[in-house]
């Protein structure tokens, strides 16, 4: 079994900044080992933001953020970090983090090529 436990999501301002965490607090099997964040906003389907590998040394991070986002992860303590900064209304969403087996960069911001999914956590940005 895979357990993803998400936080750090908060109310905003526009151009404030926000860390979230994912802690993969099980992991049977070690079943998963790269990561993704994605987000989702009413009426809008899932978006990849950002994947990394479970080494940590392969990233991939979307177009659209890749100026104000960084992913980053910490194998010690099983946790995968989301890093925004300058941040915008559009950015509102419920951020998603995802686990998967192998890195693959190709789909690193596909929400079909991961299989496990954390709960998810709010982020609004608003003046």
């Known amino acids: 079994q895979v357990q993803l436990v998400e936080s750090g999501g908060d109310s905003v301002a526009p151009g404030g900044s926000l860390r979230l965490s994912c802690v993969v607090a099980r992991n049977t099997n070690n079943a998963v080992s790269s990561m993704g964040w994605f987000r989702q906003a009413p009426d809008k389907t899932r978006e990849g933001v950002a994947g990394?590998?479970?080494?940590?040394?392969?990233?991939r991070v979307a177009d659209a953020v890749k100026d104000r986002f960084i992913i980053s992860r910490d194998s010690a303590k099983n946790a995968v970090y989301l890093e925004m900064k300058n941040l915008k209304p559009e950015d509102s969403a419920v951020y998603y983090c995802?686990?998967?087996?192998?890195?693959?960069?190709?789909?690193?911001?596909?929400?079909?090529?991961?299989?496990?999914w954390g709960q998810g956590t709010q982020v609004t940005v608003s003046s």
């Open positions: 990394i590998s479970g080494s940590g040394t392969l990233s």
């Open positions: 995802a686990a998967r087996g192998r890195y693959s960069s190709l789909d690193a911001l596909v929400a079909d090529a991961y299989n496990h």
